[in-house]
């Protein structure tokens, strides 16, 4: 029941409003409330990486998903302070172990390309039928980025 409620808070006030505001920002283009926004949805993002990590641990302590709401709703608050300071901590994290995470993401995406031309006829057959199926939809483009060997 708990985890249901906190589904339905966490869809429109910590998903759905900063979409929006994101947006807003976007069109609007100012700087201070995109880099709030952008900041936002780094925290979010690093914050569901570890929430999927953990989870199973997570989901067992008592009220987790209503804390975890919360954090969510405090820190979409425009006036929140939790946001920056989030954002702070995990930069520093993430600028002490930045030539390590370069390192792994060069080899991930030399393995990716090693691999993707055994998975491109599938890739090229889904867009295919997906692009026949849905007239008009979005035809994804194929990665200009991958290098045939």
């Known amino acids: 029941m708990g985890s249901t409620i906190s589904t339905l808070l966490r869809i429109p006030i910590c998903y759905a409003f900063p979409s929006y ?4 920002s976007i069109r609007t283009k100012h700087p201070q409330a995109q880099k709030a926004w952008l900041q936002y949805w780094a925290v979010v993002s690093v914050l569901l990486v570890l929430e999927f990590l953990l989870g199973i641990v997570l989901f067992r302590i008592p009220g987790y ?3 975890f709401t919360t954090m969510f709703i405090r820190m979409a608050w425009p006036q929140s302070t939790l946001t920056p300071k989030m954002f702070n901590l995990i ?4 600028a002490e172990n930045e030539s390590t995470v370069d390192e792994m993401l060069r080899r991930l995406e030399a393995t990716a390309n090693h691999h993707y031309p055994k998975i491109e006829p599938y890739v090229n057959r889904a867009q295919d039928l997906f692009s026949k199926q849905q007239p008009g939809a979005y035809n994804f483009p194929r990665s200009e980025a991958v290098k045939k060997d």
Do not use: D, E, I, R
Request: proline share 0%; no cysteine; charged share 20%.
């Open 65 to 67: 998903n209503l804390f």
């Open 91 to 94: 930069a520093q994290k993430v």
């Open 21 to 24: 505001m994101t947006f807003k």
